[in-house]
């Protein structure tokens, strides 16, 4: 491809984000291409609009708003209001109370806890200390490898909806090799996680496949296929082979000692292997995205299909190798749950983690960096919201309200700059352009 | 469990909910960090978590609903209810009051403990068809081919009431949804089908219909009941009063673990010769005179 193309390219792509010299981004206004002017609208608003300002006050009004429902839906609280006349101050004593306790459980649960952290220099275990960030990490994990699959298929103009499919025939597959297949220590982790991508690209290869071939829309094609690979465990754990000797359940067998994903740091701290694929998949895409050709043709196809078309590229081609990887890398993400956590296949192995990998992809900007920090952040809100439920009987729920609210506002950015006085979009663009992320 | 926290004042009751299966192992390590006198899980799917943290914790006592062990272990009190028998109580009962001589029954996932409440609602509707050389057709479920309706889930009121009314079309009068809220929707369905005049009724499953979704209780001819309720009550009363003993139980309508809820409305309507086969059934069940097969068995 001659440069003078990729310039042309590169110009084009840039111009809307007040003079930021990196091509990486989808021209915002240019949604006349691919016939679905609204949907790209919305996602160049949110993967162009904000900087990382936007980005921490969204997540600061969420914790604000998250606190007040808390302060208002605790029952001790809520007693405590209905006296407000009589005894005013208990109240908001009360209020603050709730908040700042469970804010507090969340936080020891998900970073650190200064007890543990005092208990261990009297002698206590050492492990303690780190067991909140090794959960967080742990969360985080099937998170960033699912987040990724979604933010690269964003980057090239795709919404993958089907992480939850992908991840399944990840799963399926990686899960059948740790339970099925007898194979040497180390050899049999890595052909199962190689399984994993393998189940989850076969997947993603169906949409990218359909959509080159028929105009499939992936948005369909990928909500439709979570619907048949939710059934299609559903129906492999009805058969004997996929079933534990002698039960009904439809459960399968746990897999092998050799398949699952070693721990890093002792049998106590449940952070493994899988945590570190996901970081190097992370650079892998880093990698694909920035500094190959691939990953070129990937963006221009993203920014506007048409014009890569007549630079001579293939969209189809295109769409079919991201709509690959991209499922590759959602079943990874199955193969860290069934290698790493869970050990067996069940008909819920795939939980919310498909639609997660949305949020956190929007949340990273659809930036393999960005999207490790989003799903790091998910991952201690959700260690931190299990050992909040414990300590303070708070629902769990508060966790995904908050989850949602930081979302929302990311997505809002104009509602964000208004609440805060910030400047212009314009000033957002250039605090980006020398933001985070790869 | 509140209930056992009612009866005895030392006891307090903390709850952790599970978003995702991965969450089970730290909620279950929680618990055990807090040092709690027993902890109850819930479902098969949590089968696994359990037993390990049974095994690796052997002085904490734990409770599962739905799920035994072989061997038992016995820091463990495994309940499952062998809803077979209530099922079939509830077939047989249904198949008398039909006046269409068909019936129907659908669930919300095809899971065995799902699957064995419609194997026992055939069995009973097979046997009645046998006692009064009826024809009384079963719609939704086959115990033989294992094939039949479900919802997909356990929430979706919408597609509940949708097969309902597809049932009730195809002249079901009385319909068994094993499909927990999704229930609900087919009592809407019966609700709209009774208010155009057809004459349609229901059974309720797990709970007394008439005290879990009294709105609809005019249209509950009974409710084919689990009691794990009193199951998890009588365990955590014994691990609060030191009596704990762990080990499988298995509830079955000789010892009331499960059991049709009384008639309520229906009381007068049921004919009290249907109403005294039912009480012979039961006593052939509970002597093993009458079979239960079911292909999931507990």
Same mark, same amino acid.
């Given at each position: 491809m001659s440069e003078a193309i990729r310039a042309d390219v590169r110009a084009d792509v840039s111009a %809307?984000?007040?003079?930021? /010299? $990196?091509? =990486?981004g989808t021209g915002a206004g240019s949604g006349s291409d691919d016939g679905r002017p609204v949907a790209k609208a919305i996602l160049d608003a949110v993967l162009e609009g904000n900087s990382v300002v936007v980005t921490v006050l969204a997540i600061f009004s969420a914790v604000v708003v998250g606190g007040l429902l808390i302060a208002f839906t605790d029952p001790p609280v809520l007693h405590a209001w209905g006296q407000l006349f009589s005894n005013p101050g208990n109240a908001f004593v009360q209020a603050w109370d709730a908040a700042s306790g469970a804010y507090s459980a969340m936080f020891e649960s998900a970073i650190i806890n200064p007890h543990a952290v005092a208990a261990a220099f009297h002698g206590g275990s050492v492990t303690a200390v780190f067991n909140p960030l090794s959960e967080t990490a742990v969360n985080a994990t099937p998170l960033i490898l699912a987040g990724l699959s979604v933010a690269l298929a964003f980057r090239a103009g !795709? #919404?993958?909806?089907g992480a939850a499919g992908q991840f399944i025939g990840g799963a399926m597959i990686a899960g059948w090799i740790g339970f099925a297949v007898n194979l040497p220590v180390v050899i049999h982790v890595v052909v199962a996680v190689i399984g994993g991508f393998v189940g989850g690209a076969i997947v993603g290869w169906f949409v990218g496949f359909l959509k080159a071939r028929t105009g499939a829309h992936e948005v369909i094609v990928t909500i439709m296929l979570n619907y048949v690979m939710e059934f299609l465990i559903l129906y492999l754990l009805g058969l004997t082979v996929f079933r534990?000797?002698? $039960? %009904? =359940? %439809?459960i399968s067998p746990p897999v092998a000692g050799n398949a699952t994903l070693p721990h !890093? #740091?002792?049998?106590? !701290? $449940?952070?493994?292997a899988g945590f570190l694929v996901a970081l190097a998949a992370a650079a892998a895409v880093w990698w694909l995205l920035e500094r190959t050709t691939i990953g070129f043709q990937l963006r221009t196809v993203g920014s506007n299909s048409k014009a890569a078309r007549s630079a001579g590229m293939s969209p189809e081609s295109t769409w079919i190798v991201v709509m690959l990887i991209a499922g590759g890398l959602a079943g990874l993400a199955g193969s860290a749950v069934v290698q +790493? /956590? =869970? #050990?067996v296949l069940t %008909?819920?192995?795939? +939980?919310t983690y498909g639609f997660d990998a949305i949020t956190v992809a929007l949340l990273g900007r659809a930036k393999p960096g960005g999207t490790v920090l989003a799903s790091l952040l998910f991952g201690a809100l959700h260690a931190g919201g299990i050992g909040m439920q414990a300590q303070t009987q708070i629902p769990v729920d508060i966790v995904t309200v908050l989850q949602s609210l930081i979302v929302l506002f990311v997505a809002a950015p104009p509602l964000m700059r208004e609440v805060f006085r910030l400047r212009s979009t314009r000033a957002a663009g250039q605090l980006e352009a020398r933001g985070w992320s790869g | 469990m509140q209930e056992a926290a009612a009866a005895n004042s030392n006891v307090t009751v903390k709850y952790l909910q599970s978003t995702t299966q991965s969450d089970y192992v730290p909620n279950i390590n929680q618990f055990i960090s807090q040092k709690c006198g027993i902890i109850v899980t819930v479902g098969f799917l949590m089968g696994t978590a359990t037993q390990n943290a049974a095994k690796a914790n052997p002085n904490q006592k734990f409770a599962i609903v739905d799920y035994t062990y072989s061997p038992a272990i016995k820091n463990v009190d495994a309940l499952v209810f062998d809803t077979v028998q209530d099922g079939f109580l509830g077939g047989y009962l249904a198949a008398g009051m039909s006046k269409t001589h068909k019936v129907a029954t659908f669930g919300g996932m095809k899971l065995p403990t799902v699957t064995i409440y419609m194997d026992g609602f055939w069995d009973g509707v097979q046997y009645y068809n046998k006692q009064h050389h009826a024809n009384v057709q079963v719609l939704g479920w086959n115990e033989q081919t294992q094939n039949g309706s479900f919802t997909g889930d356990f929430t979706n009121q919408t597609k509940g009431e949708t097969l309902t009314q597809t049932f009730i079309s195809e002249g079901a009068d009385v319909i068994f949804p094993v499909a927990g809220n999704v229930g609900l929707g087919a009592a809407k369905a019966v609700q709209t089908a009774d208010s155009s005049g057809q004459n349609v009724n229901m059974e309720w499953v797990d709970t007394d219909g008439c005290i879990s979704a009294p709105q609809y209780c005019k249209y509950f001819i009974t409710s084919v009941e689990k009691g794990i309720q009193s199951a998890v009550k009588t365990a955590v009363l014994a691990a609060a009063s030191g009596t704990f003993k762990g080990g499988n139980y298995i509830g079955t309508l000789a010892n009331g673990g499960v059991t049709l809820a009384p008639f309520h409305d229906f009381q007068s309507k049921v004919p009290a010769a249907l109403q005294s086969e039912l009480n012979q059934v039961k006593q052939g069940i509970i002597s093993g005179k009458i079979p239960t097969p079911t292909k999931s068995p507990v």
């Open positions: %809307p984000g007040g003079g930021a /010299t $990196r091509g =990486d !795709l #919404f993958n909806i534990q000797k002698g $039960r %009904p =359940d %439809p !890093l #740091f002792g049998s106590v !701290l $449940r952070v493994n +790493g /956590t =869970d #050990f %008909p819920q192995i795939y +939980g | -």
